[in-house]
C-alpha cells in the first residue's frame, strides 16, 4: 500500500489548489470565471473520491479533516452557483449557447452542406426530368398535393396545437440528429441527407408545375428558423462523432463525454429556437398575411438568431466560455472522478 507521506505528497497541490478556488469564490469582489468554475467542479470530483479513499485507507484523523473542510466548502460554491437560476440562464443564453454554436461553426457549415445539397440536386432534378416526375406520382395525386395538400397541412389543426405538434416534431428530429453522431456521425450525415432531399422533392415538383412563388411562400416564413435550427443540431451530432474519430490528447471515452457536455448546451438551447419556429408555422404560415408580410417574420427571426450568435458567440469564446454544461456529484462518497457526469444549465462554462 502507498504510504500516507507519498499520498500527500501526490495530492497535495491539487487540494491547495481547491482550497485556493474556494477562497477565491467566497470573497466578496471576486466572481469565478468560466474555466475556474470548470475547474472547481473537475478538484471538488477528485477530492471527493480522494476524502472517501483517505477515510477507508489511512484512516488520518488531520488528513481527513482537511479534505472535509475543502469538499464542503467547494460543494458550498457549487450549489450557491446552482441556487442562482436567473443568473444562471442569463449566463447560458449570453455566453454558455452562442459559445457553443461558435465553437461547432465548421460542423454546422458541413451540416448546411449536408442537408442543403442533396435539396438542390433533387428540387433541380424532379423540376427538369419529366420521368422524374412521372416516377414521383400519378398526374392526379401530383396536382392535389401542389393545389391543396400541401398548403393545407398548415391548417390541418388549430394553431396552438399545430405548434406544439411542429415543436414536438422538429426536437424529436433534432434530438436524432445529435444523438446519431455517437455512430462516428454517419447516420447524422444520413438523417441531414435524407430531410434534405424530401424538401427538395417537394420544390421539384412545385417548380415543374410553375408554382415555385406558392412553394417559397409556405416554406420560408417558419423554414428559415426550423432548417437553421435542424442544422445547428447536425453540427452537434457531427462534432459528437468527431470526437471520436479524433480525440486529441484525451481518451475516446473523455472526448465524447466532454464534446457532449457542449451538444446538450446546443440542444437545449435550440428548444427556445424550435419553440419560435413551431409559432410562426402555426400562426404566421398559414395566416392571411400577404406573402412578403409573411416571408419578412421569417426572415427577421433567421437573421435575429445569426446576429445573436455572431454577436456573443466569438466573444464568449474568447472570454474562455467553452459551451460545456457540468453537474457536479451529489455525494462525498464517489468513486473515480469523471470530467462532467451530467447536464444542468446552472453549472455552465
Not at 440562464?89 to 454554436?101: E, I, M, N
Not at 427571426?301 to 453537474?327: E, M, N
Amino acid at each position: 500500500m502507498q504510504s500516507l507521506d507519498r499520498y500527500v505528497l501526490e495530492n497535495s497541490d491539487g487540494w491547495s489548489r481547491l482550497e485556493e478556488l474556494v477562497r477565491l469564490a467566497s470573497h466578496r469582489r471576486t466572481r469565478l470565471s468560466g474555466e475556474q468554475l470548470d475547474e472547481l467542479l473537475l478538484r471538488y470530483q477528485q477530492s471527493s473520491a480522494q476524502l472517501s479513499f483517505v477515510r477507508a485507507t489511512y484512516a488520518d484523523p488531520q488528513l481527513t479533516a482537511r479534505l472535509t473542510r475543502a469538499v464542503s466548502g467547494a460543494r458550498a460554491v457549487i450549489y450557491q452557483h446552482q441556487e442562482r437560476a436567473p443568473g444562471a440562464l442569463r449566463r447560458f443564453f449570453a455566453s454558455t449557447f452562442p459559445a457553443a454554436v461558435w465553437v461547432a461553426r465548421r460542423q454546422i457549415a458541413i451540416s448546411a452542406v449536408a442537408l442543403l445539397l442533396p435539396w438542390a440536386v433533387v428540387a433541380i432534378w424532379i423540376a427538369n426530368s419529366p420521368a422524374a416526375i412521372e416516377a414521383f406520382a400519378p398526374e392526379a395525386l401530383r396536382e392535389a398535393y401542389i393545389n391543396e395538400d400541401f398548403e393545407a397541412y398548415y391548417s390541418s389543426a388549430p394553431a396552438a396545437e399545430f405548434s406544439t405538434q411542429v415543436l414536438t416534431n422538429n426536437i424529436r428530429v433534432s434530438f436524432l440528429a445529435f444523438v446519431s453522431g455517437i455512430a462516428w456521425a454517419v447516420p447524422t450525415i444520413f438523417l441531414l441527407a435524407f430531410n434534405g432531399a424530401n424538401i427538395g422533392v417537394a420544390a421539384g415538383l412545385f417548380h415543374d408545375a410553375g408554382q415555385a412563388a406558392k412553394f417559397w411562400g409556405l416554406i420560408l416564413p417558419h423554414g428559415l428558423l426550423e432548417i437553421t435550427a435542424i442544422i445547428v443540431a447536425g453540427g452537434a451530432g457531427l462534432r459528437l462523432g468527431w470526437s471520436l474519430v479524433v480525440p486529441g490528447d484525451l481518451s475516446r471515452a473523455k472526448a465524447l463525454v466532454q464534446e457532449a457536455q457542449r451538444s446538450v448546451s446546443i440542444i437545449i438551447g435550440l428548444v427556445l429556437v424550435f419553440t419560435l419556429a413551431g409559432l410562426i408555422e402555426g400562426f404566421v404560415t398559414p395566416s392571411s398575411l400577404p406573402t412578403e408580410a409573411r416571408v419578412s417574420i421569417g426572415a427577421a427571426a433567421f437573421l435575429a438568431f445569426w446576429g445573436y450568435v455572431f454577436a456573443f458567440g466569438p466573444s464568449a469564446a474568447a472570454a474562455g466560455h467553452t459551451g460545456q454544461i457540468i453537474t457536479p456529484p451529489t455525494s462525498t462518497t464517489a468513486s473515480a472522478p469523471v470530467e462532467g457526469d451530467a447536464a444542468s444549465p446552472f453549472a455552465t462554462s
